[in-house]
């Protein structure tokens, strides 16, 4: 098993930052892959980004230029860092985690507004 905290969600201003952190524990030799999702009420969680164990990086095109994800493999953490947010950047944010199988954290809300 493979537990997920999440942390860094809160209100920001259009044009801000924050960045997210997730920490693993547990199984963590399991973990290939770590990345960010976002789900919005009523749609479906969509990919923001992942990083595999080997530094490769994914991104959502909407996101491209002004996340970027990073991961420490000492502290079993993935970040996220969100530049120039947008009021649609507005989102639950969760954490996912694994290779075989797969891990999700509880969600960190993000809200950009003014």
């Known amino acids: 098993q493979v537990q997920l905290v999440e942390s860094g969600g809160g209100l920001v201003q259009p044009g801000g930052s924050l960045r997210l952190s997730c920490a693993a524990s547990?199984?963590?030799?399991?973990?290939?892959?770590m990345g960010w999702y976002r789900q919005t009420p009523g749609k479906q969680r969509e990919l923001v980004a992942t990083?595999?164990?080997?530094?490769?990086?994914n991104y959502a095109d909407s996101v491209k230029g002004r996340f970027t994800i990073s991961r420490d493999n000492a502290k079993n953490t993935v970040y996220l860092r969100m530049n120039s947010l947008k009021p649609e950047d507005t989102a639950v944010y969760y954490c996912?985690?694994?290779?075989?199988?797969?891990?999700w954290g509880q969600g960190t809300q993000v809200t950009v507004s003014s």
């Open positions: 996912k985690a694994g290779g075989e199988k797969w891990y």
């Open positions: 547990g199984s963590i030799f399991s973990i290939l892959v």
């Open positions: 990083i595999t164990s080997g530094g490769s990086t």
